[in-house]
């Protein structure tokens, strides 16, 4: 089997109805589809099993987080490409057989990211951009430094290599620790324009800064740094969020949990310093030109964040 579409769900039933009827209209149908629940507490695990019989349902105990419910799916995947797609997003009616297509083209594409658009307006998903954003009006592939958790491919090869996701993230970055591994394994990560997502932009609006974003997303930097990323540029960075988010968090009245993150992410990183296996420093300054960021000093990089956010 070629392809297995990958999907965490957590209490969003109707969407996940929606996105699975959406697969159906797939130019291929040649896949295994896999929903992996994340113990939701609405009717998911009694309306998928009956009403989408071809689906293998696998129903968590617990909330396994974002990573570990993509785990749980890429464990019981067959195929050779893995396709994830957000519980609340729809596919272009191509997308499939353009993954396949594009992994056969591109032999060191490790990774492909999708188009994100917006599923009422169908622009581009701000929301969901985090890569050069001179790349917003390409139409071919390019290479960038991360993917987008909204819809994204993996060749089984790359985590046959670098192995899973990392659990312990729960929620947050898990894309860019992944990322750091896959290069430093000398994997491509592809912008493929031509494969386009629909997402439903969240009501929670969970990707602006929250108590969450300032909790998880501060916490996994250090973790992911500190796992991953050579001291001379750990240190470096990490001094800059630090200052950067204490400030932020102040002033959007967050201060609590931007602490919550920073104190376990200094001392709860035991398993981040057990894992530490530094990517190779020309790993990292690819990172860098991938993301078509220079790396100022600390102080200018402080005054200019400030300067933004004021």
């Known amino acids: 089997m070629k392809i297995s579409v990958i999907i965490i769900t957590y209490n969003r039933v109707n969407d996940l109805v929606a996105l699975l009827e959406n697969l ?16 939701s507490s609405d009717k998911t695990a009694e309306i998928i099993p009956r009403d989408f019989p071809q689906v293998r349902f696998i129903k968590n ?16 995947a067959k195929g050779e490409f893995l396709v994830f797609v957000d519980n609340d997003a729809e596919l272009a009616e191509d997308a499939l057989e353009k993954v396949v297509k594009t992994f056969e083209t591109y032999p060191k594409a490790g990774i492909l990211t999708f188009k994100i658009l917006n599923f009422f307006t169908g622009g581009i998903d701000e929301t969901s951009w985090i890569i050069d954003p001179e790349l917003k009006t390409v139409t071919t592939p390019h290479k960038v430094q991360t993917f987008e958790g909204a819809g994204f491919a993996f060749r089984r090869e790359v985590v046959d ?7 312990s993230l729960f929620f947050m970055h898990e894309e860019k620790e992944y990322s750091l591994r896959a290069l430093d394994a000398g994997f491509d990560i592809l912008y493929t324009p031509e494969i386009k997502a629909y997402h439903k932009i969240s009501p929670e609006e969970r990707y602006l800064p929250d108590e969450r974003f300032f909790y998880y997303g501060i916490r996994n930097e ?21 200052f950067s988010a204490a400030l932020y968090s102040a002033r959007l009245g967050y201060f609590k949990f931007y602490r919550k993150g920073v104190f376990e992410g200094i001392f709860k990183n035991k398993e ?39």
Request: aromatic share 12%; glycine share 6%.
């Open 222 to 242: 250090f973790w992911i740094y500190l796992r991953n990323v050579p001291w001379r540029f750990t240190i470096p960075h990490l001094l800059f969020v630090f």
């Open 24 to 39: 159906k209209s797939q130019t291929v149908q040649n896949f295994e589809t896999i929903v992996v629940d994340n113990n």
């Open 161 to 167: 290599k670098i192995g899973l996701m990392w659990d």
């Open 61 to 76: 105990d617990r909330n396994a987080g974002v990573p570990g419910g993509r785990n749980i799916g890429i464990r019981e």
């Open 272 to 310: 981040a310093l057990k894992l530490r296996n530094p990517i190779k420093t020309a790993t990292y300054r690819q990172y860098l030109a991938l993301l078509n960021k220079k790396k100022d000093s600390v102080p200018v990089r402080l005054l200019r964040f400030i300067r933004a956010k004021g």
